[in-house]
């Protein structure tokens, strides 16, 4: 419509949630659909955690506005966490608490960029990025990794790439999609690139720190030099399954965390106060339920790769953590089952939902247009089934 700014036209939707709506309308039918396409766990958030939530509403103390970075106990259990668990001393004014990691990273962006500012992406990239980046009147600036090192762009390239408009640099480690991890060698070559240019800031996003399957996680604020240029994003809903609490976090300099206090004041105030008494036992409590799923993601993973290695055509990594795979599939581009053609990621997705009934997400809104993304976060029964309808209609294309 004429009337709608030029900001909103030139966003995108995510391709993550529209492909989901569509599996919601399929299923509406009556269609059997398996979802693979959102990046949710598939666990219950554990017991203690809803305990907590329903203590806090027995409380009675917790049903006005909360503080808009979050309660001060959240905000000293998350500076904990980060000491205890990455290296890294923050005061409680330094985090600020968000609706979900999404309003932190955007909250990063409207603060930082001015019109025409780069930033540095690595690629492929979790869906949101580019558009928050857009959104906040910036410029991005891709740098690809390619299946044959895991989807990691490289230190080299990241010195490449910085120009004098680069004001921020933003990468997840673990990643969505790929699920590829950076090592300590990889993400010290890195720190030594951006250590050269203190006028660049680096979003780290670390949501999936939890379901890591490579033995260490490297946060690089601890790494040395990188303190100041770092904002940390992290939150609740991958390594506690609590996605639907809608809490994130970013843990910066001051400077950063204070203008990002001020722009979130304007947008949502505080997060759910429920929600973060119940992050507070999350965070402070027993991480069992934790490792387990992480263990069972880890299952979960060597049973599709082992089963996508079966079908023709699809070629796979070996993805160190997160729950995806994110295989290239562009061996069936120009193949047809008689009615259908297959141009792109979006047409094989399209024709597996529709063939299979199974939901994916294309490649290309994570800036990789050979790949499809998978998520491994549902039960084994349920990917088996799945993967052996993929099986069955990709070899109908010819």
């Known amino acids: 419509m004429e009337l709608l700014s030029d900001r909103i036209n030139k966003l995108e939707e995510s391709a993550t949630i529209a492909m989901a709506q569509k599996a919601r309308e399929l299923k509406a039918k009556g269609i059997n659909v398996i979802s693979l396409s959102l990046g949710e766990p598939d666990f219950k958030t554990p017991q203690h955690i809803q305990d907590a939530a329903k203590a806090a509403i027995d409380s009675g103390k917790y049903f006005g506005y909360s503080p808009v970075p ?44 001015n019109p025409g500012d780069e930033v540095i992406v690595y690629s492929p ?19 690809k990794g390619t299946i044959e090192n895991n989807f990691k762009a490289t230190a080299d390239q990241l010195k490449a790439a910085i120009t004098p408009k680069t004001k921020v640099v933003i990468y997840s480690s673990p990643c969505n999609p790929t699920g590829a991890v950076f090592s300590r060698q990889e993400m010290e070559a890195m720190a030594r690139v951006l250590s050269e240019h203190k006028n660049i800031m680096v979003i780290a996003d670390e949501i999936y720190e939890y379901i890591n399957f490579s033995g260490e996680h490297v946060s690089l604020a601890a790494l040395p030099g990188m303190y100041e240029q770092t904002i940390t994003v992290n939150g609740f809903s991958k390594g506690y399954a609590m996605t639907g609490w809608r809490l994130g976090y970013i843990a910066a300099p001051l400077w950063v965390a204070k203008a990002c206090n001020k722009m979130q004041g304007q947008i949502t105030s505080g997060a759910n106060s429920v929600a973060q008494q119940a992050a507070v036992t999350a965070i402070n409590g027993d991480m069992e339920a934790t490792k387990e799923m992480a263990a069972a993601y880890l299952r979960r993973r060597d ?59 294309t490649g290309e809104a994570f800036g990789a247009p050979e790949c499809i993304r998978l998520s ?9 089934t799945a993967i052996s309808r993929m099986k069955e209609s990709l070899a109908k294309l010819e």
């Open 303 to 361: 049973l599709v790769l082992k089963l996508l290695n079966e079908i023709p055509g699809v070629k796979t990594y070996v993805p160190n953590g997160a729950f995806y795979i994110f295989p290239d599939i562009s061996a069936f581009f120009g193949k047809s089952d008689g009615t259908t053609t297959i141009n792109d990621a979006e047409d094989l997705c399209m024709y597996i939902l529709n063939n299979a009934h199974v939901s994916l997400v």
């Open 125 to 143: 990239y979790w869906v949101s990025y580019v558009e928050l980046i857009k959104l906040a009147e910036g410029e991005p600036v891709m740098i």
């Open 376 to 384: 491994f976060a549902a039960s084994e029964e349920d990917l088996k």
């Open 70 to 113: 979050g309660y001060l106990e959240l905000r000293q259990g998350i500076a904990d966490k980060l000491k205890r668990d990455n290296n890294l001393t923050y005061t409680p004014e330094q985090i600020v608490v968000s609706n979900g990691a999404k309003q932190s990273i955007a909250n990063v962006m409207l603060c930082l960029l």
